[in-house]
């Protein structure tokens, strides 16, 4: 396998906290340019999944894989194609913008103003002197987004990108994962938000107990749901969906690839 | 590069904080305090000279600095633990804590060169520059005493993963540190015969920062022959050469720590 032939791989890859299996082995990959969801009640294992990628945490057994670069045998390479969007903070809160777009050009290799650019970009340029406890919650989470994607970023990972964004917030989201897409970054993100889930992703991975018990499309998992598509719903398909698999409903995994 | 820039963006959050000019004023006030205070008892109030202040204030600095260094070191390394976008990026995990202790070592000696600095002025232009070496050896064994504290307190920090914890430790440390291994001195030396007691003391004074410093600092002014059982032994055994191993011990407790600190950050989950 080249460098990019895949943007993000995960095969059998499980993860054990104390004597408890958080993640069952799970293999899913994310082609370039292609946007994969992640979606399950609180404890699935989606957060591990996306850290275990992002080399927060380190895998008990398999292999994650950013870019073709293994995150745990060659992990700075791994991390220089990766932007990731912890579901915390994960910076002081007392830290200075301008200060962190400074760092994080740095370890991209990038000159110091490239932060400071994309900031400008997002609309944030006259915040480079606030700190992140001035900012909204909202605003911060632009902030870190619009420095996760700085440079030549080949996998975009987001825990709960939209959590306490409003409406404005939530579209600067979405319009980022559009932009990795176009881009042709392959992006990994987690969500309770089903709406946000069926516009943007090309598929849905549907987690439960640490397990992938449905991937595929919106229609994919319908199907393997056995909730019929209906025109005039009362509610959305994907609520439906994501009820009928996460309570239990009969299921017929849908296969990469499969209709 | 990476590593330049984690320091300076470490250097930026530690000198924006009150710890800084905080420390500073503390520094300040002690070292005139006890310039003034210790010729005050004869009823006339005058500044001591800077041998007598450095002195007076090597105690003082032996009890303060291990606990601020250990104390700031267990919480910057028990914060290491909510930096998942930093452990993200692509740099070594390590660099986050080597850059946490370089800046702070930066900003608490810049705190003690103001403040002690200050102290200076006050003491020299009231009561002459005579032995004003011994004063800026002091203010290095302070620095050197500073960073080795920062580098266990990082460790212990890294190690313990929850702040509350980190400072409980650190509070332990300090109290083994400067009381208890005086402690076992003593024991030592009651137990003992003279000849194993002399190898064993000066291994505990190589093995206890605090004690090293201790040692270091009552040899600047030739006075290690007061400096307890532990210094005794040391200059029995080793003369001139003591200065060396010691501040070669205090390097290694800068040094040791870190490297710990790094490698356990950079294997462990956050």
Redesign the interface.
């Known amino acids: 396998m080249t460098a990019h032939s895949v943007g993000i791989e995960l095969v059998g890859v499980a993860k054990n906290f104390g004597g408890r299996a958080a993640l069952a082995p799970l293999t899913l990959t994310v082609a370039p340019g292609e946007v994969v969801a992640l979606v399950g009640p609180n404890g699935a294992g989606k957060s591990t999944t996306l850290r275990i990628l992002a080399g927060v945490i380190h895998a008990s057994a398999g292999a994650a894989r950013v870019a073709g670069w293994d995150v745990a045998a060659e992990p700075l390479r791994a991390r220089l194609h990766l932007g990731y969007l912890p579901q915390r903070l994960g910076v002081p809160l007392a830290t200075v913008v301008g200060d962190l777009a400074r760092l994080v050009a740095a370890a991209r290799g990038l000159p110091a103003d490239a932060g400071a650019q994309a900031l400008a970009d997002a609309g944030l340029g006259d915040r480079l002197d606030a700190t992140l406890a001035q900012m909204s919650g909202g605003q911060r989470q632009r902030v870190l987004l619009a420095l996760a994607t700085l440079g030549p970023v080949q996998a975009l990972i987001l825990d709960e990108p939209s959590i306490s964004l409003d409406t404005a917030g939530a579209e600067d989201v979405r319009e980022a994962i559009r932009a990795a897409r176009r881009r042709g970054a392959a992006v990994l993100f987690a969500s309770h938000h089903l709406n946000d889930v069926a516009q943007l992703a090309d598929r849905i991975a549907v987690m439960v107990d640490g397990r992938v018990v449905a991937c595929g499309t919106v229609p994919e998992l319908a199907h393997a749901a056995g909730v019929a598509w209906i025109e005039r719903a009362t509610e959305p398909l994907i609520e439906r969906v994501y009820r009928a698999l996460v309570r239990g409903a009969p299921l017929r995994v849908v296969r990469e690839g499969a209709a | ?2 590593r ?3 320091v ?2 470490e250097w ?2 530690a000198r ?2 009150r710890i800084v000019p905080l420390f500073a004023a503390g520094f300040a006030l002690a070292a005139v305090g006890v310039a003034l205070a210790g010729l005050s008892a004869g009823g006339v109030v005058t500044v001591q000279g800077f041998a007598r202040t450095s002195v007076s204030l090597l105690q003082l600095t032996l009890w303060t600095v291990p606990m601020l260094g250990l104390l700031l070191g267990a919480v910057q390394g028990a ?1 290491c633990q ?11 995990r390590a660099r986050l804590v080597f850059g946490r202790w370089a800046a702070w070592t930066l900003a608490l000696t810049t705190a003690l060169l103001v403040g002690f600095g200050a102290a200076g002025v006050v003491i020299g232009a009231l009561a002459g520059a005579a032995d004003v070496l011994r004063y800026l050896g002091l203010i290095g064994i302070a620095t050197l005493l500073l960073a080795a504290g920062l580098a266990l307190g990082l460790w212990i920090g890294v190690a313990a993963r929850s702040r509350a914890r980190a400072v409980g430790v650190a509070v332990a440390v300090w109290f083994v540190l400067v009381i208890g291994a005086d402690l076992v001195a003593i024991a030592l030396l009651a137990v003992l015969p003279a000849h194993d007691a002399t190898w064993s003391l000066t291994a505990l004074l190589v093995a206890n920062p605090v004690d090293g410093a201790r040692a270091l600092g009552l040899g600047l002014f030739g006075a290690d022959v007061v400096a307890g059982p532990t210094g005794a032994a040391l200059r029995r055994l080793l003369g001139g050469q003591g200065a060396l191993l010691l501040t070669a011990s205090l390097v290694a407790w800068i040094v040791v720590p870190l490297r710990l600190a790094g490698r356990r950050f950079a ?1 462990q ?2």
């Open positions: 590069m990476t330049a820039a984690l300076r963006f930026a959050a924006r904080g914060e909510e930096l998942e976008f930093l452990a993200a990026l692509p740099a070594p294997r989950d956050l």
